[in-house]
């Protein structure tokens, strides 16, 4: 699940989006099954390369995200998210806050947890794109 606000979005197996500007609206949100669809990779870069630029992008892996995830998908990842290897092994949950954009913002965060471990949550607070003042 991914929680914007007091938006609740449940999704399915595989590489769960959503991805909003930095006011806060809602640009898509998109679900690729990456265990079983053969052409969910290919889908998941075209995907990353039309997202405009200076987005929050949100994913979260359900269920298992790693079958059908190919080397170019790893790669369109990694250009959202900065801090850790986006690749992933069989069963293991995954979650980050990430940014579409020129610079990367000090708030991305993400964690990963191997099967069995439960759900991987990540939490922050962003203002405009900014780190929110506590």
Same mark, same amino acid.
């Given at each position: 699940?991914?929680?914007?606000?007091?938006?609740?979005?449940?999704?399915?197996?595989?590489?769960?989006?959503?991805?909003?500007?930095? =006011?806060?609206?809602?640009?898509? &949100?998109?679900?690729?099954?990456?265990?079983?669809?053969?052409? #969910?990779?290919? &889908?998941?870069? &075209?995907?990353?390369?039309?997202?405009?630029?200076?987005?929050?992008?949100?994913?979260?892996?359900?269920?298992? @995200?790693?079958?059908?995830?190919?080397? =170019? #998908?790893? &790669? #369109?990842?990694?250009?959202?998210?900065?801090?850790?290897?986006?690749?992933?092994?069989?069963?293991?949950?995954?979650?980050?806050? @990430?940014?579409? @954009?020129?610079?990367?913002?000090?708030?991305?965060?993400?964690?990963?947890?191997?099967? @069995?471990?439960?759900?991987?949550?990540?939490?922050?607070?962003?203002?405009?794109?900014?780190?929110?003042?506590?």
């Amino acid at each position: 699940m991914v929680k914007l606000r007091r938006l609740e979005e449940s999704f399915h197996r595989g590489h769960n989006f959503v991805v909003v500007r930095c =006011d806060g609206s809602l640009v898509s &949100n998109q679900t690729f099954d990456t265990h079983f669809d053969s052409h #969910a990779s290919t &889908n998941l870069v &075209n995907y990353l390369q039309g997202l405009p630029n200076d987005v929050i992008v949100t994913l979260a892996v359900k269920d298992e @995200g790693s079958t059908q995830l190919r080397a =170019d #998908a790893i &790669n #369109a990842l990694h250009t959202i998210i900065h801090i850790q290897s986006p690749s992933m092994v069989f069963r293991e949950s995954m979650a980050f806050i @990430g940014y579409k @954009g020129a610079t990367i913002p000090s708030w991305q965060i993400g964690t990963k947890k191997s099967s @069995g471990e439960g759900p991987s949550v990540v939490t922050a607070r962003i203002c405009k794109c900014k780190t929110c003042d506590a």
